[in-house]
């Protein structure tokens, strides 16, 4: 085999490697993206056009929400709730929306939200447009329903405080994806949203 012969066939084989390293990052990429949930109103089960987020900045929890009866309490617009303190509360810079992780006491600050990173999302929405069982929680009147796909479960809550629509989920997987937990909280999430009580505007 001469010498020109010999380039030609390494050259071949770099360029068949350099395509499957190609192929498997593109196929590596676009499997991660189909298990992240969007963060938005459509209720859609996980989309595979999500973003990731921006890196978070971590907070320290604050001493004043630990409660007696082992509830914080997060202020939003218009609107209060307690949620267990072991829990933590992820708020979005660029909406009025938040996240709750049953999974974690360590609350995360300002994150610019283009996807669900936490098992529950708290969302305020211009409209209610929710299918379900109308189900009465605390004093709210909500609309509850449950989807799941495969072993993905999401539970939807929709109800009005004062002047705010909100829409409330929580995902769950066995496999623990991102934006799911693998146990099923439903029943701690209907307790936090007994706990919500309209506020007075600007406090």
Request: hydrophobic content about 35%; overall charge neutral.
């Amino acid at each position: 085999m001469d010498q020109r012969t010999r380039v030609i066939i390494i050259g071949a084989i770099a360029l068949f490697v350099i395509a499957a390293v190609l192929a498997g990052v593109v196929f590596v990429g676009r499997l991660s993206k189909n298990q992240t949930p969007k963060l938005s109103d459509t209720g859609d089960i996980p989309d595979a056009t999500a973003r990731d987020l921006q890196i978070p900045t971590i907070a320290s929890r604050d001493p004043s929400l630990a409660l007696e009866d082992g509830r914080g309490t997060f202020t939003a617009s218009n609107y209060s709730l307690k949620y267990p303190t072991a829990w933590s509360v992820l708020t979005c810079s660029n909406s009025k929306n938040f996240e709750l992780d049953p999974t974690s006491a360590q609350d995360i600050k300002n994150v610019v939200c283009d996807v669900a990173v936490k098992p529950v999302t708290i969302m305020e929405v211009s409209k209610l447009n929710c299918q379900g069982e109308k189900v009465t929680i605390g004093s709210h009147q909500v609309t509850k329903s449950k989807a799941t796909q495969g072993d993905y479960t999401r539970y939807t809550w929709c109800l009005n405080v004062g002047s705010k629509n909100l829409e409330i989920t929580h995902r769950v997987s066995p496999k623990g994806e991102r934006a799911t937990s693998k146990e099923d909280y439903s029943q701690e999430v209907e307790e936090v949203i007994e706990s919500i009580q309209a506020t007075p505007q600007g406090s």
